[in-house]
């Protein structure tokens, strides 16, 4: 696997850097390696097509919050704004459920 221990993308941070992951809880037996991966044969022009919500963590360190506003801001999506760092389900994994659930009460309204 190429890029940092326990990720799968070349040039990423180590998940588990403070610049990755300050608000994180601190692990009381041992620390854990979260992965994200990103499907590449996920269509490039979905973001026009199906409903879309984003979480903006205004704490991020690796991806800037401007730039995350402006990356939902083209994808029209619906957002969220909470104080976290980059890996916001481990930190906040309340708000984050409720983004999730939000999303998907949405979605089968619509359905």
Known sequence: MAGAR?????GMPNVTSP??????P???NGSRAWTSRIPSSQPACSRKTLPSWYLITASDQVLPPD????????MGATTVEIPSSHVAMVSH????ARLIETAAEAVLATS
């Open 93 to 96: 994994p309340g708000e984050v």
């Open 19 to 24: 610049s990755c992951a300050n608000s994180k």
């Open 67 to 74: 730039a995350e506003r402006q990356f939902a801001a083209r």
């Open 6 to 10: 326990g990720h799968g993308h070349t």
């Open 26 to 28: 601190k692990p009381g």
